[in-house]
């Protein structure tokens, strides 16, 4: 499991006062870090994302949290007493917008023989 913390917030210009950074991220359904990057050096690493946390709020010390899970390939979205399925669309975009904790899973590519 490769756990990723993303910092939606920054500190405005006076340093004291956090503000929600707007940019979304790209790509975030799949991970590859390059061998030149990894203890291995022979191939590069997969990951899939697997779940990840979301927090709703314009200030880090007040909001609220969810979370979305993919098991069997389905994405479960979490919220306090709330279950529901989202659709792997749904999923992206809120990871996309939103997500503060990001867990991946290893995944095998197959090789060209």
């Known amino acids: 499991m490769l756990i990723l913390e993303v910092c ?5 210009e006076d340093g ?10 790209k790509d975030v359904m799949t991970l590859t870090i390059k061998k030149e990057q990894t203890t291995d050096k022979h191939q590069d690493q997969h990951y ?4 990840f ?19 069997e390939g389905r994405w479960t979205y979490y919220d306090d007493d709330q279950v529901n399925i989202v659709t792997a669309t749904e999923a ?6 939103s997500a503060h904790i990001l867990f ?3 995944i095998q590519l197959k090789r060209n023989p």
Not at 92 to 97: F, L, N
């Open 16 to 25: 004291t006062t956090p503000v929600r950074i707007q940019e979304r991220l």
């Open 53 to 71: 946390t979301v927090h709703f709020g314009s200030l880090p010390q007040n909001g609220h949290a969810a979370t979305f899970i993919q098991k």
């Open 92 to 97: 992206e975009e809120m990871a996309q917008s």
């Open 48 to 51: 899939k994302l697997v779940g």
């Open 104 to 106: 991946y899973e290893p």
């Open 8 to 12: 939606p917030y920054r500190l405005q």
